[in-house]
């Protein structure tokens, strides 16, 4: 479990606070993918980096805010959240490049908005 | 659009018995890529099978097989001699798109192993 890695694992915020939660990938992959996963509902992409810009971005809330400096390192800025933010967020990276890559994820940061 | 359905939300199997977890998808495309990940509790999801649509022979890894059905739009999972580590939230997954695709994911089927 050391490909992909997290921090915080947990995170309790509250509406008014920012936040930052970081991922980083030791398999010299060249794309960075950020997830939230909800209960009871399918994973959902958040954004896509290849190559360290952005090549996706399904429609989120402008209160987060992704940041890639570079092809090993990603990072989920988050500011004046709402309590229905409250979800697992998911970091996976992958060769990039090719189609049908394997995606290779990481532990996750629970995250709780109260 | 693309859509991945998993129409059992929960299963249990035996230890050692073997257990088929569905998946359907819906796509008019004709080129891309299935996953099946597991995500044990509390612990990071990893890939159990990956299988490429232009290929007919079906995916096997030792204990995970698929039964892919191309026609049918059908991807199911099989789980031989199951194990306790198996237990897990079982996702399926269908890739299109690219280099730059999308990865859709079902819901997830949670699996319990009864020793």
Redesign the interface.
């Known amino acids: 479990e050391t490909g992909v890695t997290q921090t915080p694992r947990h995170l309790v915020m509250g509406m008014t606070n920012k936040k930052s939660l970081k991922c980083e990938q030791h398999l010299g992959h060249n794309a960075m993918y950020w997830y939230k996963q909800s209960a009871k509902k399918p994973l959902e992409l958040m954004f896509v980096y290849s190559l360290e810009e952005r090549v996706e971005n399904n429609s989120v809330p402008s209160r987060f805010s992704p940041e890639c400096p570079n092809s090993s390192h990603l990072f989920l800025h988050l500011h004046t959240l709402q309590p229905e933010d409250s979800a697992l967020y998911l970091c996976a990276s992958s060769r990039g490049g090719l189609a049908g890559d394997t995606q290779y994820f990481g532990p996750g940061t629970r995250l709780t908005v109260l | 659009a693309q859509t991945?359905t998993q129409s059992q939300p929960e299963m249990s199997v035996q230890e050692a018995e073997t257990v088929t977890l569905s998946c359907t998808y819906d796509t008019s495309e004709s080129?891309?890529?299935l996953?099946w990940?597991k995500q044990p509790p509390s612990?990071?999801?990893?890939?159990v099978i990956?299988q490429?649509a232009y290929k007919q022979q079906n995916a096997t890894e030792n204990r995970f097989s698929v039964n892919f059905q191309k026609a049918a739009k059908s991807f199911s999972l099989k789980i031989s001699d199951s194990q306790l580590g198996d237990a897990a939230m079982y996702?399926c997954a269908f890739?299109y798109?690219?280099?730059?695709?999308?990865?859709?994911?079902?819901?997830?089927t949670k699996l319990s192993v009864k020793p």
């Open positions: 991945v080129d891309y890529y996953f990940y612990r990071q999801m990893i890939l990956r490429e996702f890739f798109g690219g280099s730059q695709g999308n990865l859709i994911f079902g819901k997830g």
